[in-house]
């Protein structure tokens, strides 16, 4: 008969496969976890500006105003109104300033200048006279021209936005006397860019003439000379 001993057994503990598992799940886990993260390896930083400066640029008549030669008046032996229509008047703010501005007219005077109508010897005509206002000649008087803005108005040019200057002549303006009169006005932090005037009715100028107008011999005409001034300032 053989004695039996108890042996040890060499198989692992029941438990041991559990926790290898355990330890693969975390390690699965733990590598989502690098995917989810963002990566560093690499990435720079670096801050960036700029910038700009503006230059002024000027104030100027886009569009000169230039009066039209006036409709002819033929004489019925009575007062008359002649009407003419206005040309338009262009101004380009390009300062910056938001100063506003304004545009005014006047008679102008002076040697070979006359601030009312009168006889006029035009070149290459009235026989023996030479160019220029007759000396002792027939005159009208002051404020016998008109303008009236009525109906017209200033519009938007080259994409211009902002606030609109405003036409000042709603009651008639006198335009052929020695007092500059305001035509236009920009009020401060208005008109700039470059506005134009549109809608001179076929009344915006009117010439008033009296029963004593006087025929001109020799191809004279009835003239005045004018001064357009676009100045900084409502």
Same mark, same amino acid.
């Given at each position: ?25 975390? /390690? ?5 976890? @690098?995917? +989810?993260?963002? #990566?560093? !390896?690499?990435?720079?930083? &670096?801050?960036?500006? $700029? ?86 000649? /027939? ?5 016998? @021209?008109? +303008?009236?803005? #009525?109906? !017209?108005?200033?519009?938007? &040019?080259?994409?211009? $936005? ?73």
């Amino acid at each position: 008969m053989y004695a039996t001993t108890d042996v040890p057994s060499l198989a692992a503990p029941a438990s041991r496969g559990s926790r290898g598992r355990d330890l693969a799940t975390l /390690a699965v886990a733990l590598i989502w976890l @690098l995917l +989810l993260l963002p #990566t560093a !390896a690499g990435a720079a930083t &670096q801050e960036d500006k $700029t910038q700009f400066s503006v230059t002024a640029g000027s104030l100027s008549l886009s569009t000169a105003p230039a009066l039209p030669t006036l409709s002819a008046v033929t004489l019925n032996g009575s007062a008359q109104t002649t009407n003419t229509t206005m040309t338009n008047i262009g101004v380009a703010d390009a300062t910056g300033s938001g100063a506003g501005w304004n545009v005014t007219v006047e008679g102008q005077s002076g040697t070979g200048k006359s601030a009312v109508f009168a006889a006029y010897c035009p070149k290459a005509k009235c026989g023996a006279e030479s160019e220029g206002y007759v000396t002792g000649g /027939a005159t009208l008087a002051a404020n016998s @021209l008109t +303008l009236n803005s #009525t109906g !017209a108005s200033l519009s938007p &040019q080259s994409g211009t $936005t902002g606030t609109a200057p405003t036409l000042q002549c709603s009651t008639a303006c006198n335009v052929d006397h020695a007092t500059a009169v305001k035509i236009i006005s920009a009020a401060k932090e208005a008109g700039m860019g470059t506005y134009l005037t549109t809608g001179f009715t076929a009344t915006s100028l009117a010439l008033a003439t009296p029963t004593t107008l006087k025929v001109l011999p020799n191809e004279e005409v009835y003239r005045v000379n004018l001064l357009w001034t676009l100045s900084t300032g409502p």
